[in-house]
């Protein structure tokens, strides 16, 4: 088939890319662009003043912070977990692993509200464990433990999943020849994988980042949401729209959003890496 | 050698198993070890906790008027939502997959931002623009149609956060598909929607079913969005996760459990589903 022939053949219906792409940004205006801008201008509609005024309340500070301590301890558990349960996956493969990389991925596939509630369940007062920890002071629920628990399960299959198809592309033969040059398998990890699947990793930390950070629903179920105390940013958020301090609310959406954007950065240079890496070894 | 060999075989069937789990790699050992910690012990209080509950009790939790109908209300209009996305979501990927136009790079990466934002920012944000003085609900007024606190709010909540899934499951698909065929079927005289219809759509439609199926599970346990466009009244727009917490609120831990159970099973189900729907699609790959 010839150009000429094609490009006609296009030419003649040319208003419909024009319509399918009108039609496509008008949906995700409305679905999309609408709200996320929605979120700055009202943040921003009474001016900067206020808004920085409500940056410094106390019990938004708390909630940033709890946020930061949530993302601190749960993203480097998930991101060993991940290299763990990856390398497993693909370097010793016993039977049954596909159920178990099944298994992983439950976590996404079960709502937030009832992972919150089966941690209650456990830790709860009334939960299995609920009378050792009552006798020995512990608390779990509604504090910073259960929302550690939550947080992490939410956040639990990202890394696995990104690091577990790079980890398949690179293949096993540069661990073998370190191997045979004498490395032991630190200096394996550390020096030969590690490097080579740096990128996908990064990408799988990224989003558990923005999920543990972002986490609602869980959360929620375990924290009691008492403000100064178990309230993390978007339980902020939901706790200031509730009682109708709207602005206070925006102000606090506009972090979260940025988190969202610097989150869209990242995947999107990530992903770049990953192929062109990818594109320069086929 | 041959002895401790024969040694094993004589040991019970548990032991076996034990000791090929402690003869596991420790990398294996750390992730079954997180993994029960995590993921099984957790699973384990909750459907033994809705053991305890007499059969016929659960089933009159279950079922109870107030469960159903937000089971009504959380899976009718998930269905809808994703229904709706498989339509628009496959056209957005067929527009970034085909065309080019200014911002195109843009508006690929930000097909994610559902993933990216705190879903408590996206209900906030989508109940405002939504609610009758927002910048949509305003529009809509007008003409009687009542957006944030109603169905149609939770609707909209589920067609925000599901929306990337559809996009991210045909946008792949679409750029591996090779365009040879469709200009085969041009060059044969076929009309551009005789092309679409028959030759574009066919292979392409378990791609779409199974983003509709990730959508509609996302949609389903979504919490923390729809919460907040919701005005959590019963009987109109109460889903059913909004009403495990209210259970939970309440101290009433067996109505919790039953429709988390109730939940849960779903959430099963339409991930064997999904699995399935994947391996339909990929039936023709090597």
């Known amino acids: 088939m010839t150009d000429k022939f094609k490009s006609n053949h296009r030419k003649q219906k040319s208003w419909i890319p024009s319509v399918l792409i009108f039609v496509a940004i008008a949906y995700l205006a409305l679905v999309q662009y609408l709200p996320a801008l929605n979120v700055v201008i009202q943040a921003f509609s009474k001016g900067v003043t206020p808004f920085f005024a409500n940056l410094v309340q106390p019990e938004f500070l708390h909630a940033v912070w709890l946020t930061l301590i949530l993302a601190l301890i749960t993203v480097p558990i998930n991101t060993v977990f991940g290299l763990c349960a990856a390398w497993a996956i693909t370097r010793h493969k016993i039977p049954g692993r596909a159920i178990v990389l099944s298994i992983i991925d439950l976590p996404f596939s079960i709502s937030p509200v009832v992972a919150g509630l089966m941690i209650v369940l456990l830790y709860g007062r009334q939960g299995w464990f609920g009378p050792w920890l009552q006798d020995h002071n512990i608390q779990i629920v509604f504090a910073l433990p259960g929302m550690v628990l939550a947080t992490a399960f939410v956040s639990m299959p990202f890394v696995v999943r990104e690091v577990i198809p790079v980890l398949e592309e690179f293949g096993q033969e540069q661990d073998e020849a370190a191997k045979t040059l004498g490395a032991n398998d630190w200096q394996i990890f550390w020096r030969v994988t590690l490097p080579s699947i740096r990128w996908g990793l990064l990408y799988g930390v990224v989003l558990t980042n923005a999920r543990a950070m972002g986490e609602f629903g869980a959360v929620s179920v375990v924290s009691g949401n008492i403000s100064n105390t178990t309230q993390s940013l978007p339980l902020f958020v939901e706790e200031a729209y509730k009682q109708y301090q709207t602005e206070s609310a925006f102000s606090a959406a506009v972090l979260l959003g940025l988190l969202a954007v610097v989150t869209l950065v990242l995947k999107e240079i990530l992903a770049r890496k990953t192929d062109t890496k990818e594109a320069g070894r086929h | ?286």
């Open chain 2, 1 to 286: 050698m041959s002895s401790t060999e024969q040694k094993e075989r004589q040991l019970p069937w548990g032991k076996v198993f034990l000791q090929n789990i402690i003869q596991l790699p420790w990398t294996w050992r750390i992730t079954l070890i997180y993994l029960s910690f995590m993921l099984f012990l957790p699973l384990a209080a909750m459907l033994l906790k809705a053991s305890t509950e007499p059969p016929s009790e659960f089933w009159k939790i279950a079922t109870s008027p107030l469960a159903l109908a937000t089971y009504n209300v959380t899976f009718i209009t998930s269905l809808l939502a994703a229904l709706l996305n498989g339509l628009f979501g496959t056209l957005i990927a067929w527009v970034l997959v085909r065309y080019d136009f200014p911002l195109k790079r843009v508006i690929d990466a930000l097909v994610d931002l559902p993933f990216a934002l705190p879903t408590s920012v996206a209900g906030l944000t989508l109940a405002t623009v939504y609610s009758d003085r927002g910048w949509i609900g305003s529009l809509l007024a007008p003409l009687g149609i009542k957006v944030s606190f109603t169905r149609l709010g939770v609707a909209v909540a589920m067609i925000f956060i599901s929306l990337p899934f559809v996009v991210r499951t045909v946008q792949p698909v679409l750029q591996e598909m090779e365009q040879e065929i469709e200009e085969a079927a041009w060059s044969l005289g076929a009309s551009e929607w005789q092309t679409f219809w028959k030759v574009i759509l066919p292979p392409l439609f378990p791609t779409i079913l199974t983003g509709v199926a990730l959508g509609f599970s996302r949609a389903v346990g979504e919490y923390g969005s729809t919460v907040i466009i919701s005005s959590n009244t019963p009987f109109q727009d109460l889903i059913a996760p909004v009403l495990i917490f209210q259970r939970l609120e309440e101290y009433d831990y067996s109505g919790a459990t039953v429709i988390g159970v109730v939940l849960l099973i779903i959430s099963l189900v339409l991930l064997l589903a999904i699995n399935f729907l994947q391996a339909w699609s990929r039936r023709y790959d090597r």
